[in-house]
């Protein structure tokens, strides 16, 4: 898959100034962790209706969302371009609810790229052991990439585990 043939939706996310990161495997992809992408997780944080309206003439579909341990608002998918929404990211923990921010501080031709943080976080708590691993070490191997504010407002929100906490401690000393 290319990621060229997101420009589409990217512009109209951004014409109607949807705020939004490109995570999952176009993250994995992008930081040259995987060699091919499974489909394209774009968050967004905007209401699903003002959603529904940017995807006129697309046709796409609700998707189960909510379940264990998603938590996100809602999902909308795109089948013909392998894309889904990710409404209001979020996932349970033992401990409550983690609200994922769209944290993007890179640009992949323009479009905008999710943090490593917020993604081995979600790899995590969804317990894809691999992926999360590939983004630790990732992180563990690129410190001076890291956001070290991102994972301190993380820390703070008292949700994680305290192993997870302490893996994103190791990241900032």
């Not at 992408?37 to 774009?42: K, L």
């Amino acid at each position: 898959m290319n990621h060229y043939t997101l420009f589409p939706i990217i512009k109209r996310l951004e014409e109607n100034s949807i705020v939004y990161s490109l995570g999952g495997s176009g993250l994995l992809y992008y930081l040259n962790l995987i060699d091919s992408i499974n489909d394209w997780d774009i968050t967004v944080e905007c209401p699903k209706d003002k959603l529904i309206e940017t995807l006129e003439g697309y046709d796409w579909v609700e998707q189960r969302s909510g379940d264990y341990p998603f938590a996100s608002q809602y999902r909308l998918s795109i089948a013909s371009l392998n894309i889904d929404f990710i409404g209001c990211f979020a996932l349970h923990t033992e401990n409550g609810v983690l609200n994922l921010p769209i944290n993007h501080n890179r640009k992949w031709d323009g479009i905008n790229i999710s943090s490593p943080e917020v993604w081995y976080v979600a790899y995590y708590l969804m317990n894809r052991k691999p992926k999360a691993s590939m983004l630790l070490n990732y992180l563990k191997t690129s410190t001076e990439k890291v956001n070290t504010t991102l994972i301190n407002d993380l820390i703070k929100t008292n949700i994680l585990n305290n192993e997870l906490s302490q893996e994103l401690s190791l990241l900032i000393r």
